[in-house]
């Protein structure tokens, strides 16, 4: 029997504190131009290529916050993109591991990572 269910993410979401702040964090991250509206004054839809990421500010609370990567931005450069980060100060957590990944925080807390594909 098929499953009507596909074998596909289609959105991840992150709890947020502010969801201004996060989408200008989250955009000068990515190097995005924080393009699109805040919908229903709580939600962000980040223009990504691939699986979609949404801020939601009325999901935050402190137990909602990611203490483990829930998944993973893909780099080709592992280097360049740990110096990226660096340079935006962004709370880095991890080293690059096994020159493969290195892990990072928000501003909120949630456990982020960046893995060479």
């Not at 939601?56 to 931005?73: L, R, T």
């Not at 493969?100 to 594909?117: E, I, Q, R, S």
Request: aromatic share 12%.
């Amino acid at each position: 029997m098929r499953s009507p269910i596909l074998n596909q993410i289609g959105t991840v979401f992150i709890p947020v504190s502010h969801i201004e702040k996060a989408r200008d964090w989250y955009c000068d991250m990515l190097g995005l131009q924080g393009e699109g509206d805040i919908q229903f004054g709580h939600i962000y839809v980040i223009p990504m290529n691939g699986t979609n990421i949404v801020l939601d500010s009325k999901i935050y609370s402190e137990d909602n916050v990611f203490k483990a990567p829930a998944f993973h931005f893909n780099t080709e450069n592992i280097e360049a993109a740990y110096e990226h980060m660096m340079e935006k100060k962004v709370n880095i957590i991890s080293g690059i591991q096994h020159n493969h990944y290195f892990n990072f925080t928000d501003p909120d807390g949630n456990h982020l990572m960046v893995c060479k594909c």
